[in-house]
């Protein structure tokens, strides 16, 4: 994860410890480093909780990541898919990429799916327009928990670019299991979320349109 933020691609496969090494005879992007990681923790807005604490998946929920990041946990490499959902077969994982408002600069009307807040542990969230109940993708969202699959949640407000800085990152909101659904191409499912919503985020989320 480390390795996608720092050196996108080039690096990617790399051993921390030939990424830390490089790190420290790249002195000009060590001391920024260590100017901005101090910065950073003063920023903290609220405390996370390790989605798998002692075991090999290093999320946090409730924190901010990249897509990049957030592929790079669940043993994936993001090439500027523009997808906003895919599925990892290691991990035996669908993991969901949310925006909540969806401008038609960057969605088409098909794409424009009414994924929302519901409530502090409900969530309802849109699949590809031409997922079926028929599809084995359909299935697999619907029946994960008798498969052994998981699906996860990372959502934003939207995917405008803040000046300078980007496209924002991700708020990983957690494992949510499948409750219902309704409609079909698309499927709108109701999903209910492992952890329930910060006060914050579910008071601005839940204010936005689908």
Not at 22 to 41: A, G, N, W
Not at 104 to 127: A, C, G, L, M, N
Not at 183 to 197: A, I, K, Q, V, W
Request: net charge negative.
């Amino acid at each position: 994860m480390a390795n996608s933020v720092l050196w996108g691609d080039a690096l990617l496969a790399s051993p921390v410890e030939a990424a830390a090494e490089r790190i420290l005879v790249e002195h000009r992007r060590k001391e920024e480093l260590q100017q901005l990681v101090p910065e950073l923790r003063e920023r903290l807005q609220r405390v996370t909780r390790p989605l798998d604490p002692g075991g090999p998946n290093p999320l946090h929920v409730h924190a901010h990541y990249t897509r990049a990041e957030a592929e790079a946990a669940f043993g994936g490499e993001y090439k500027g898919q523009p997808t906003g959902v895919k599925w990892f077969e290691g991990e035996q994982a669908d993991v969901f990429f949310i925006d909540l408002v969806k401008s038609e600069k960057h969605y088409s009307e098909t794409t424009r799916y009414e994924d929302r807040v519901i409530s502090p542990r409900r969530f309802q969230w849109e699949t590809q327009s031409r997922t079926s109940i028929t599809q084995e993708t359909g299935q697999r969202y619907i029946n994960h928990e008798a498969r052994g699959s998981s699906l996860h949640l990372f959502v934003r407000e939207s995917k405008k670019a803040d000046g300078l800085l980007g496209a924002p990152s991700f708020i990983y909101v957690g494992p949510a299991t499948y409750v219902t659904h309704e409609n079909d191409r698309p499927m709108r499912l109701t999903l209910e979320l492992e952890h329930t919503l910060p006060v914050d985020l579910y008071r601005r989320w839940s204010q936005l349109s689908g």
